[in-house]
């Protein structure tokens, strides 16, 4: 289910709210409203995909329980496996297939297996638990709302990835608490920033991006054009997917739940390493927490540094996609990030302003390779935004590319909304409404756009 679609905003939510706050006063009974209305939600692209999610959720929480009981840590490595299985399989399969028939010049079968949604968000949510618990950092939940913390149905599909503790603590709270209408308000406030993000701008720059990434795998693009198709898809990539965040974390707070920062307007980043601390803040953090520190971080030397700064964003761009153009991506931000940290330990800053150009175009490029359907059609764009293909050409959709960007810089993200910037105030209230109001409308004129990470 779309978080855009008027089912979504006129239908299932409220009703789902309504229910939640007829059962405040008895924790389990508001618990199995939101896990009902998540099961409904999951299920509504397709129901078959419920046994799945809701087999992993079971089966880490008994394996979990096995630990507890036993005190053996092949419990927990096992479900781990499992989850690393599961995902490895739906995701992955057909792409190691793809890989062994080329190195090895056979024909194989493909198994042509459905991508579940959400699989890559809830399969590492499962695995930060079982090694929060093997580390000691975690106790063992009830059933009920350690399957909720993965269910909650505003970051099922596309995260933010949300950890045990920041969440399962949450549901004993009364929604009923001090500062209830204001959480609703913020709620709804920040859902509609994201609703008009979604639908009045990363969705009209979408026709533009699918024509030109497509057309550059069957010729060359001009300068014009070249640029068109990366900065569009940049501020599309961002905008949809800070859109999503944001309407998620809006709905949770009509529920009383708050989920973790996921953007904090990255295209202000002056420097790589910020960018990584603003974009996807959830995987950021999950990757230093379980991959980066393990393999040995900043601690050990430059070339221990290195190696797991490549490992980390290898395996990062391999989370994003099953394919060569994603591995190359995450490996282009860790010599990047290599890089950027050599130039600062010489301790000779850039000027903000020069700083921050090479750091933008630096992800620009990134974001060509990331988006572009093979390493030609990337290459061949990435040398037409260097000027090799000539410079003719100008840049389409110049007006919306710029109101875009100004909304990619100067939109707050939700959480500085929620903690800074909305009081009660009248205005806000009025203006959100009719905001939300045209972007319902506006859904209406034909079938909502999936997010970009909605099948991921």
Not at 353 to 369: C, P, Q, R, S, Y
Request: with cysteine; aromatic share 14%.
């Amino acid at each position: 289910m779309l978080f855009q679609s008027q089912f979504y905003v006129l239908a299932f939510l409220p009703i789902t709210v309504a229910l939640y706050y007829a059962a405040a006063g008895s924790a389990s009974a508001r618990q199995w409203v939101l896990i009902a209305a998540s099961l409904f939600f999951y299920g509504w692209w397709d129901p078959r995909f419920i046994i799945l999610v809701v087999s992993q959720i079971t089966a880490t929480w008994l394996l979990a329980l096995a630990y507890e009981r036993t005190g053996a840590k092949a419990w927990l490595i096992a479900g781990i496996v499992l989850n690393l299985a599961s995902l490895g399989t739906f995701k992955y399969l057909d792409f190691l297939l793809a890989s062994l028939e080329t190195a090895a010049g056979l024909a194989l079968p493909r198994a042509h297996l459905i991508l579940p949604i959400g699989i890559s968000f809830f399969s590492f949510q499962l695995i930060s638990y079982l090694v929060d618990r093997m580390r000691g950092d975690a106790p063992t939940y009830p059933f009920r709302p350690f399957a909720l913390f993965v269910l909650v149905f505003p970051h099922v599909i596309a995260g933010p990835i949300v950890r045990h503790n920041e969440l399962v603590p949450q549901f004993a709270l009364s929604p009923l608490r001090d500062g209830m209408w204001a959480r609703i308000g913020a709620g709804l406030v920040i859902f509609t920033v994201g609703f008009a993000k979604k639908v009045l701008l990363a969705d009209r720059l979408a026709p533009t991006v699918d024509q030109l990434f497509s057309q550059a795998a069957q010729r060359v693009l001009d300068f014009g054009e070249a640029w068109t198709a990366a900065l569009a898809f940049s501020l599309q990539l961002f905008l949809d997917f800070s859109a999503y965040t944001e309407m998620a974390i809006g709905s949770a707070l009509l529920f009383g739940l708050l989920l973790p920062e996921n953007f904090r307007r990255p295209y202000l980043a002056a420097d790589l390493r910020d960018f990584w601390r603003r974009w996807h803040i959830s995987l950021s953090n999950f990757l230093r927490d379980y991959l980066y520190i393990p393999l040995g971080g900043s601690r050990h030397g430059a070339a221990r540094y290195a190696l797991a700064t490549m490992i980390t964003m290898g395996l990062c761009g391999l989370w994003h996609g099953a394919g060569w153009t994603y591995i190359a991506w995450g490996l282009w931000h860790g010599v990047g990030l290599i890089v950027c940290r050599g130039w600062q330990q010489l301790g000779r800053p850039l000027p903000a302003i020069v700083g921050w150009a090479i750091t933008m175009l630096f992800v620009l490029a990134g974001w060509v390779v990331f988006r572009a359907s093979g390493f030609a059609s990337a290459g061949s764009m990435l040398a037409s935004l260097a000027g090799m293909n000539g410079l003719g050409g100008a840049l389409a959709e110049a007006k919306l590319i710029a109101i875009a960007a100004l909304a990619s810089a100067l939109i707050p993200s939700a959480h500085e909304m929620k903690d800074r910037l909305l009081r009660p105030m009248p205005v806000i209230a009025a203006v959100s409404a009719l905001l939300a109001a045209f972007c319902v409308f506006e859904v209406g004129k034909g079938a909502p756009v999936n997010f970009i990470y909605f099948q991921f």
